[in-house]
């Protein structure tokens, strides 16, 4: 499977922001899907996750009610819409896919996803 992520920027704060992540490759296969992200000097970090479905969908508290996961008609493609966006949401944004697991099983750890995009950039100025 290859990432594509896509729609980062530099947006203030309140602003939002749509990330888009393309899967390419094993397309045939049914996983789930996830967000993490890293801001400089932290650890890269789970936000949301969403099953093959699309049926459950998981965040982390901090983005609950702002941050939305979702996949496009044909699956491969997720997206996370954010809103209401904060200064801390500023991360590099990496889309990743759980090829092991049951395709509605959502895990949050990020040793569990096994295929990752090049990440993007999202800062929310003050």
């Known amino acids: 499977v290859q990432l594509q992520a896509c729609g980062g920027g530099l947006v203030q704060a309140g602003g939002s922001l749509r990330l888009s992540c393309a899967a390419s490759g094993r397309t045939f296969s049914t996983y789930t899907m996830g967000w993490f992200r890293q801001a400089p000097g932290k650890e890269r970090e789970f936000v949301a996750a969403i099953s093959w479905s699309g049926g459950t969908t998981y965040y982390r508290d901090s983005v609950k009610g702002r941050f939305t996961i979702s996949r496009g008609n044909a699956k491969n493609t997720v997206y996370l819409q954010m809103n209401t966006l904060k200064p801390e949401d500023t991360a590099v944004y990496y889309c990743?896919?759980?090829?092991?697991?049951?395709?509605?099983?959502?895990?949050?750890?990020?040793?569990?996803?096994?295929?990752w995009g090049q990440g993007t950039q999202v800062t929310v100025s003050s």
């Open positions: 990743a896919a759980d090829t092991v697991q049951g395709p509605e099983t959502i895990v949050k750890e990020s040793r569990w996803y096994d295929y």
